[in-house]
């Protein structure tokens, strides 16, 4: 029997999991009631169902003494306990590859949206700001400019890939350097913040990247410069993050994630210099469909006796 946290977007994915196993959906109970509902089913379930945003904490996967394996139906592993996963021999498996480029996608959009005024201009026709002929600022061009891309595993080396296409010298940083890459390593976050005219954030959320991005490195950004968040909300210091923006020491950003999901500040809300989307970097038909494949893939195989497809290694 599995328990189901959130259903995916894709109808044929829930089917399968209907038709393959006893699903419990969590995610159609009310929340007052779900620890009650939960106590009652929890020594049937052997599997869990999840996403990249609501993980499995400790507490819940204490309720669950028979649990075997943990699907996460996205990469991101922050919500998940890994280390009691690991103490318990519980499997974890995660959907790389399949999101990357729909990913890497919505950080170009951002920053296209940003560098551009879309959002702003959209809104400006709408209102008939063209009509009246009120005056437009250009916006600045993409062409030689820097980005910086904080974390360069598959989603920021994607991302890489479409920026040299845009015209734009790209340099990266994590602490573990990338072999094979003509891209170039800046010597810490604080020098790429330095050297670029936009930040493009795609680092895991984990302890040691909590607020990472401070009022340091946004003053290193600079007025004229820009930050993309694709990756998590906790990778930034969001009252830093605001109070740059109003004061003018951040040119903009362009946001996809947020500390507290789904809240966003008024704060950020207000600010005219800012586009914010709903968490969607993965969210299209083809990729939560093939998401959604790899986790009942991973479940079929695991419940097969049979390797995982894309485990997270212990
Ligand atoms: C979604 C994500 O939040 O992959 C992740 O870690 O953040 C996103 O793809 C989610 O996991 C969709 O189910």
């Known amino acids: 029997e599995l328990l189901i946290l959130a259903p995916s977007p894709s109808a ?36 869990v ?53 729909d990913v890497a996608d919505v950080a170009l959009a951002l920053l296209l949206a940003s560098a551009r005024h879309i959002v702003t201009l959209d809104r400006f026709v709408r209102d008939g700001g063209w009509e009246r002929r009120v005056a437009i600022a250009p916006a600045s061009s993409l062409r030689g400019k820097t980005a910086g891309i904080f974390g360069f595993g598959q989603i920021g080396q994607a991302i890489a890939l479409r920026l040299a296409a845009f015209g734009v010298h790209v340099r990266y940083f994590q602490p573990r350097a990338i072999a094979g890459t003509s891209v170039p390593r800046a010597e810490s976050l604080l020098a790429l913040a330095q050297e ?28 004229q410069g820009t930050l993309i968040n694709i990756a998590r909300g906790a990778l930034i210091d ?9 004061d003018g020491h951040l040119g903009a950003a362009g946001l996809d994630v947020f500390a507290d999901e789904p809240r966003v500040p008024n704060a950020l809300r207000a600010l005219p210099n800012v586009v914010l989307t709903p968490h969607v970097g993965s969210l299209t038909v083809e990729t939560r469909h093939a998401m959604g494949q790899l986790v009942v893939d991973n479940l079929a195989a695991h419940f097969a006796g049979l390797s995982l497809l894309t485990p997270v290694k212990p």
């Open 12 to 47: 044929a994915v829930n089917a399968q999991l209907d038709q393959q196993y006893t699903c419990h959906h969590a995610w159609q109970v009310p929340a007052d009631e779900r620890h009650a509902w939960l106590a009652q089913r929890a020594p049937a379930i052997r599997g």
């Open 49 to 101: 169902v999840t996403t990249g945003a609501l993980g499995l904490n400790a507490t819940d996967m204490g309720l669950l003494p028979n649990l075997e394996i943990i699907a996460v139906n996205g990469v991101g592993l922050d919500g998940v306990a890994l280390d009691v996963a690991r103490e318990r021999g519980i499997a974890v498996t995660t959907t790389p590859n399949v999101l990357t480029d």
């Open 196 to 223: 670029s005219d936009y930040l493009i954030v795609c680092a895991p959320g984990t302890p040691a990247t909590r607020k990472i991005v401070d009022r340091t490195i946004l003053d290193a950004l600079g007025p």
């Open 238 to 246: 969001e009252v830093a993050l605001i109070a740059a923006l109003q």
